[in-house]
């Protein structure tokens, strides 16, 4: 479990896949294109989040997300409800946000309290603003040749986004996937299928999850396993995106914890040729292409190219 140093360590053969830094291009390149569209027809993007409960780490992300819509442009509208709050409230919301000329965005943070049914809120919303890719019709549009999804889901799409801004070619590569979930790799695995890799999933019920992943040119690790990934799952030269958030028990750290990915970072940089670290990798590109989304549907409901 702990046999990776921290992600900062600069001894790596591997190149490091800076997240944060073409995230903020990307923050850039967004802010710019709201000034344009508000300077031109005087429209700004607006994104609503609705948040259902207490959970902290819920909380945060909804904080970060605002935080990061303010610092683009981009209006955020927040709801907040109580844990106890009924399936029909959180519908009626969305219903009026499906309504509201001034958002073109809509995001419910997952997970939703175990009363509810997550299916009922999610194809509520409207595909049009559906920024998180998350309604079914989006995925079935994604998975299938020849259908173009509105959104993509933000995680995934920042996976893929990174290997493009880092010149990595997908196309013909063996890629394997490692997590099947609806937000990260099955996404994540339909998306290196679009872009022509050859894609092996693998999962919890994997047999020999070693030997397929050791035949992959480019990873996708989406886990939340810590340090599942060792050095010897890795062909020399592969690619690694690690989306893994893992804490793990650290008493050097203030906060008693540090956060790592499923990848052993100090025996993959011996052995991959490129890397993303984490934190610093994956994570800011999520916020990134939420952002993106939300610009992309405020241009596409208001036809500004
Ligand atoms: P999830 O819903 O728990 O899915 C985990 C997946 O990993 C499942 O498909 C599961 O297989 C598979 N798995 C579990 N243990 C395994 C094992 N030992 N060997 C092979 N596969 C195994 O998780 P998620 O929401 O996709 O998130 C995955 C990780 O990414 C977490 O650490 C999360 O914090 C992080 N994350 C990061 C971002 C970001 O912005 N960077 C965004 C979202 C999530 P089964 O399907 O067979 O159960």
């Keep these: 479990l702990f ?3 921290d992600a900062t360590s600069n001894e790596t053969p591997a190149k490091v896949i800076d997240g944060k830094s073409v995230a903020r291009k990307i923050r850039e390149e967004i802010a710019a294109e709201i000034s344009r569209m508000k300077d031109a027809i ?4 607006g ?6 409960g207490d959970r902290k780490d819920s909380a945060t992300y909804v904080h ?6 303010e610092d683009v442009g981009i209006t955020s509208y927040e709801v907040r409800l109580p844990e106890e709050s009924t399936e029909q409230e959180v519908l009626k919301f969305i219903s ?3 309504d509201d000329p001034l958002v073109h965005g809509i995001l419910v943070q997952l997970p939703l309290p175990s009363h509810m049914n997550e299916q009922n809120i999610l194809n509520a919303v409207s595909i049009e603003k559906d920024v998180d890719g998350f ?9 299938m040749r020849g259908r173009d999804p509105i959104f993509v889901p933000c995680t995934p799409k920042g996976c893929i986004e990174l290997l493009h801004r880092y010149g990595i070619d997908i196309k013909g590569k063996r890629a394997v996937v490692i997590g099947r979930s609806n937000i990260v790799g099955m996404p994540a695995a339909l998306l290196l299928q679009r872009e022509d890799a050859t894609v092996s999933i693998v999962h919890s019920r994997t047999k020999n999850p070693e030997e397929i992943t050791r035949k992959a040119d480019i990873i996708i690790s989406a886990v939340g396993q810590p340090n599942m990934v060792r050095g010897s799952w890795i062909k020399p ?13 650290d008493a050097k750290s203030p906060r008693g914890y540090r956060l790592v990915g499923d990848v052993c970072y100090k025996e993959a940089c011996k052995v991959a040729s490129a890397i993303t670290p984490v934190p610093g990798g994956v994570g800011p590109m999520t916020i990134a292409m939420l952002l993106s989304n939300t610009l992309t549907s405020a241009k596409r409901l208001h036809n500004f190219v």
């Design 3 to 5: 046999c990776c140093t």
């Design 42 to 45: 005087g429209v700004v993007p």
């Design 47 to 52: 994104l609503a989040v609705i948040l259902v």
């Design 64 to 69: 970060n997300k605002k935080k990061a819509c």
């Design 96 to 98: 009026d946000f499906n």
């Design 135 to 143: 309604h079914p019709l989006n995925i079935g549009r994604l998975a």
């Design 237 to 249: 030269g592969a690619v690694i995106i690690d989306v893994g958030i893992n804490p793990i028990e």
